[in-house]
Every structure is written in structure tokens, then in C-alpha cells.
């Protein structure tokens, strides 16, 4: 099995990070700029997902740290409840892998949307909470629906240049350094 | 290998612990009313609006690339020096009908409120929150400007929100859409007192308003002039919907806000002239040091 270096980890972030700032720059001004206020896709939860699939790396709870830390410099939502929550979705997929299926579009799609789903589950309960309103939490929950279906429809695409970027196809899945 | 692969679990198991503990005290540290950022934070935000804001001038050079390029492929050679000449000196109406408009728009925004006794820093909108379930502008003015947390936003239409995250140069506005933003409003023909709260998909909610007060569809909210944030009497929207139901002691009421959030381009920012020139010397100050 192999390795993940500290190099290869540190190298990996950054491109990752990179990779969000221009996605977040996407959805917070070019959408808007083209009118599309309504329509923003969370790319931070997709690639979320990919690091919990597919990397197994004892620093797999820091890097989604640092994932939702860029994203909160985007939006007021702050790091924490997208961390918390990406977390334990980490820790539920290491008892789910068996089950997990990458090797097709279709089951692909199907996998990110039900976790999506799990996760948006996850943050209007907690948000709720926070601000101590459920009235709001279907309403929370239901209006990120639409954006999930696109990010599932785009994560075999996506999640084939992550691959690149972690080199996870030549590496198959890591394992701890 | 298996001594090292208990390890690594345990390692990881550990990363767990500390993230989740650490992701808990953040949620509940978490200010959705108020933030303050750090220095790093503000640094980082510094550096990445500048690109938000360049997507706008993107906007306008592809929808310029589209009406005067794309649609024109298939012209004739002979025509096409003639050709340039009309599609530069279109563009260059298209750009002055943009400024004119935009000086317009400035104009009208700064005529706007003089009755208010506070100072006004034109600003422009650079982007929108990232997450769907926060209503969050990005503005490209900040402390630099004399802006400071909490000051009002408005436009000749009404009430945008207040400052909410505060950089140099930029500044965050939590705007009236989002449900953390409590706006203390009357009911301009009734008087009647509530709280106008955002509930996204651009309506926001009066609460608070008794059953037994006789507001109608139709009528104007305007804010109250309490809880120390916006001026008494800014336009917030006006009454689209009220259900009675058969139980409880208020009314559901929907209001719709007097700004178009679609087409907020510009918006004004209310400042103290106090807070203004001291802001400015402390944004000075650290500019210096």
C-alpha cells in the first residue's frame, strides 16, 4: 500500500486550496455578476467528500479543517460547522467503505448525493441549534437540494482532476505515513 | 505493519477528537450577528476580493465579446475595416451610456437621505456569500473608508443591512434577507411595532405583530430607530402576505423588501462623522506602521 509524505500532503493542500479559491471566486462573483444570485453550488462539501473517500491519512480531520477554513473566508458561515460535520462524515465512511462504489459516473453521482444529502442534514440541525429556530430547518435543508444535484452530476469530473491532484489512481487509496 | 497500522489509527482517531472538540468550541463561539477578524483573516480576505471584484469587469468584456464579436463571423471581408471602426465606436457609446448610467445612479443615491444626519461612503457590491443559507454582501469599501461594524447600508430604495465583517478595504453587510439580521420596524400607517426578519429566497417575516392590529396587504414597513443600528424611518418593504391562523397571538406576516436585491449594483454606507475621521486615523496609523 502506499505512502502519503508530509511533502506529498502539504502539496496536495495547497493545489486543493487553490483549486476552492478559484471555485468559491466563481460562485460569489462571477455567478452573481452573470445574474445568477440564487444558484450557488458549496463546492467546499464536494471536495470534502473526496478527501473523506478517498484519502486515509491520520491528518485527514486537519486538511478539512483547513478545506473549510478557506471557504469561510467566502462566506459567514465560518469553519467550524463544515468541519465538525466533515469529520464525523469521514468517520462514517471508514465503517461504509465496502459499500462505496467509484468505479462508475452513475454510482458515483449516486454516493456524493446521498451524503450530501446526510451533510446538508447534518449543518441545518446544527445551524438550527446554533440560532436556536427549527422553524427554518426544512427550509435550510431543501434550498441546497438544487446546488447538491449539480455538484453530484459534476463529481465524477470533478473528483477525476482530484484524483490528479492527490494522485490518488497511481496511489490507489493511501495510507497512513 | 501491524503495530504501525494501530498506530496510525490511533493517530487518526486522536486528529478526530481534536478537530471535532476544537469544531465544537468554534460553533459555539460562532457570532452570526457580529464578527471580528483576525489580521491573517483580513489579509487573506484583502488579497482574494480584489479577483471577486474583477469577475464584474469580466462580465462586461464577455457581453461585449458576445454583441459585437460572435454574432458578426460571418461578414465580409471587404466590410470588416468598416466593421472595426463601428464595433470601437459602439463599444465606446456602450461604455459612456454605462457611465452616464452609473453617474446617474451614484447621483441619484447620493441626493438620497439628506435628511439623514450621518455621513455617506458610495460603495460597490464585489459578491455574494458563498453558502446558500447566509444573505451576505461583499462591498469594496472598509475601515480604510471610515466604515465600522454595525453601520447601516442602504440604498435610495431602502434598507440593505449593516456591516457585519470589517477589513481595510472591504466590508461584509449582513443584509435584511438573512435570518440573523433582526431589523426593529413600525408599520408606517398603523404604527404598529415588529421585527423584521429574513427568511432567504429575497422575502423577509414581521413577527412579533399582534393578531388584533389591523395591518393590511400592501402597507409600508419602515425601521423603528431602535436597538442603536438604523436611522428611524429607512424604507424596509412592504406587506405581500398575511395569514391569520385560528390559534396563537400574532399574525404571520410576509414582507417583501423595498431593494431589489437582483439588481443591487451600488449601495450607501451610513457613517457617525466622528467614526468616520477616527476610523480613518487608526486605518492610517496602521498603514503607516
Request: aromatic share 10%; hydrophobic share 50%; proline share 3%.
Given at each position: 500500500?502506499?505512502?502519503?509524505?508530509?511533502?506529498?500532503?502539504?502539496?496536495?493542500?495547497?493545489?486543493?486550496?487553490?483549486?476552492?479559491?478559484?471555485?468559491?471566486?466563481?460562485?460569489?462573483?462571477?455567478?452573481?455578476a452573470?445574474?445568477?444570485?440564487?444558484?450557488?453550488?458549496?463546492?467546499?462539501?464536494?471536495?470534502?467528500?473526496?478527501?473523506?473517500?478517498?484519502?486515509?491519512?491520520?491528518?485527514?480531520?486537519?486538511?478539512?479543517?483547513?478545506?473549510?477554513?478557506?471557504?469561510?473566508?467566502?462566506?459567514?458561515?465560518?469553519?467550524?460547522?463544515?468541519?465538525?460535520?466533515?469529520?464525523?462524515?469521514?468517520?462514517?465512511?471508514?465503517?461504509?467503505?465496502?459499500?462505496?462504489?467509484?468505479?462508475?459516473?452513475?454510482?458515483?453521482?449516486?454516493?456524493?448525493?446521498?451524503?450530501?444529502?446526510?451533510?446538508?442534514?447534518?449543518?441545518?440541525?446544527?445551524?438550527?441549534?446554533?440560532?436556536?429556530?427549527?422553524?427554518?430547518?426544512?427550509?435550510?435543508?431543501?434550498?441546497?437540494?438544487?446546488?447538491?444535484?449539480?455538484?453530484?452530476?459534476?463529481?465524477?469530473?470533478?473528483?477525476?482532476?482530484?484524483?490528479?491532484?492527490?494522485?490518488?489512481?497511481?496511489?490507489?487509496?493511501?495510507?497512513?505515513? | 505493519?501491524?503495530?504501525?497500522?494501530?498506530?496510525?489509527?490511533?493517530?487518526?482517531?486522536?486528529?478526530?477528537?481534536?478537530?471535532?472538540?476544537?469544531?465544537?468550541?468554534?460553533?459555539?463561539?460562532?457570532?452570526?450577528?457580529?464578527?471580528?477578524?483576525?489580521?491573517?483573516?483580513?489579509?487573506?480576505?484583502?488579497?482574494?476580493?480584489?479577483?471577486?471584484?474583477?469577475?464584474l469587469s469580466t462580465r462586461e468584456k464577455l457581453a461585449n465579446?458576445?454583441d459585437h464579436?460572435?454574432?458578426?463571423?460571418?461578414?465580409?471581408?471587404?466590410?470588416?475595416?468598416?466593421?472595426?471602426?463601428?464595433?470601437?465606436?459602439n463599444n465606446q457609446i456602450f461604455e459612456f451610456q454605462e457611465v452616464k448610467k452609473e453617474n446617474e445612479r451614484l447621483k441619484?443615491?447620493?441626493?438620497?437621505?439628506?435628511?439623514?444626519?450621518?455621513?455617506?461612503?458610495?460603495?460597490q457590491?464585489?459578491?455574494?456569500?458563498?453558502?446558500?443559507?447566509?444573505?451576505?454582501?461583499?462591498?469594496?469599501?472598509?475601515?480604510?473608508?471610515?466604515?465600522?461594524?454595525?453601520?447601516?447600508?442602504?440604498?435610495?430604495?431602502?434598507?440593505?443591512?449593516?456591516?457585519?465583517?470589517?477589513?481595510?478595504?472591504?466590508?461584509?453587510?449582513?443584509?435584511?434577507?438573512?435570518?440573523?439580521?433582526?431589523?426593529?420596524?413600525?408599520?408606517?400607517?398603523?404604527?404598529?411595532?415588529?421585527?423584521?426578519?429574513?427568511?432567504?429566497?429575497?422575502?423577509?417575516?414581521?413577527?412579533?405583530?399582534?393578531?388584533?392590529?389591523?395591518?393590511?396587504?400592501?402597507?409600508?414597513?419602515?425601521?423603528?430607530?431602535?436597538?442603536?443600528?438604523?436611522?428611524?424611518?429607512?424604507?424596509?418593504?412592504?406587506?405581500?402576505?398575511?395569514?391569520?391562523?385560528?390559534?396563537?397571538?400574532?399574525?404571520?406576516?410576509?414582507?417583501?423588501?423595498?431593494?431589489?436585491?437582483?439588481k443591487?449594483e451600488e449601495?450607501?454606507?451610513?457613517?457617525?462623522?466622528?467614526?468616520?475621521?477616527?476610523?480613518?486615523?487608526?486605518?492610517?496609523?496602521?498603514?503607516?506602521?
Open positions: 500500500m502506499n505512502k502519503y509524505g508530509p511533502k506529498e500532503i502539504l502539496l496536495g493542500t495547497i493545489k486543493t486550496c487553490l483549486l476552492l479559491i478559484v471555485l468559491e471566486i466563481f460562485t460569489t462573483a462571477f455567478l452573481p452573470m445574474g445568477i444570485i440564487n444558484f450557488r453550488p458549496e463546492f467546499n462539501v464536494l471536495i470534502v467528500l473526496f478527501l473523506a473517500f478517498k484519502l486515509e491519512t491520520p491528518v485527514l480531520a486537519w486538511l478539512i479543517m483547513i478545506v473549510q477554513y478557506v471557504h469561510s473566508l467566502f462566506s459567514i458561515e465560518g469553519w467550524a460547522i463544515g468541519a465538525f460535520t466533515g469529520v464525523l462524515v469521514s468517520m462514517s465512511v471508514r465503517y461504509l467503505k465496502d459499500m462505496l462504489d467509484f468505479s462508475t459516473a452513475i454510482s458515483t453521482i449516486i454516493v456524493v448525493q446521498i451524503f450530501q444529502v446526510a451533510w446538508f442534514v447534518a449543518t441545518s440541525f446544527l445551524l438550527s441549534l446554533k440560532l436556536g429556530d427549527f422553524g427554518n430547518f426544512f427550509h435550510l435543508f431543501w434550498q441546497d437540494i438544487p446546488e447538491s444535484l449539480a455538484l453530484s452530476i459534476l463529481s465524477p469530473f470533478f473528483f477525476f482532476v482530484l484524483d490528479r491532484v492527490w494522485r490518488v489512481k497511481s496511489k490507489a487509496v493511501g495510507v497512513a505515513i | 505493519m501491524k503495530n504501525f497500522t494501530v498506530d496510525s489509527s490511533r493517530w487518526k482517531l486522536a486528529n478526530n477528537i481534536i478537530v471535532v472538540v476544537l469544531a465544537l468550541w468554534g460553533i459555539a463561539v460562532q457570532n452570526y450577528s457580529l464578527k471580528d477578524v483576525s489580521t491573517f483573516e483580513a489579509f487573506l480576505i484583502e488579497a482574494f476580493a480584489p479577483i471577486q471584484r474583477g469577475a465579446m458576445l464579436y460572435v454574432m458578426i463571423v460571418n461578414t465580409s471581408k471587404d466590410n470588416a475595416e468598416l466593421r472595426k471602426e463601428v464595433k470601437a465606436l441619484q443615491l447620493l441626493q438620497f437621505g439628506k435628511e439623514i444626519p450621518r455621513e455617506k461612503v458610495l460603495a457590491i464585489v459578491s455574494w456569500d458563498a453558502s446558500n443559507e447566509f444573505k451576505v454582501l461583499r462591498i469594496n469599501k472598509g475601515s480604510a473608508d471610515g466604515l465600522k461594524k454595525m453601520s447601516p447600508v442602504i440604498t435610495m430604495n431602502g434598507l440593505v443591512g449593516y456591516v457585519y465583517r470589517l477589513t481595510p478595504n472591504y466590508a461584509d453587510i449582513l443584509t435584511i434577507l438573512d435570518q440573523n439580521n433582526r431589523v426593529d420596524s413600525i408599520v408606517a400607517r398603523t404604527r404598529t411595532h415588529g421585527i423584521v426578519e429574513g427568511i432567504s429566497e429575497f422575502k423577509c417575516r414581521l413577527k412579533y405583530v399582534n393578531r388584533t392590529e389591523k395591518v393590511e396587504v400592501g402597507d409600508e414597513i419602515i425601521t423603528a430607530g431602535l436597538g442603536n443600528i438604523y436611522p428611524k424611518g429607512i424604507k424596509v418593504g412592504k406587506i405581500t402576505q398575511i395569514d391569520k391562523e385560528n390559534y396563537g397571538i400574532t399574525q404571520s406576516i410576509v414582507v417583501t423588501p423595498s431593494v431589489n436585491f437582483h443591487l449601495v450607501v454606507v451610513l457613517i457617525e462623522k466622528e467614526e468616520k475621521t477616527e476610523n480613518r486615523d487608526v486605518a492610517k496609523e496602521e498603514t503607516n506602521e
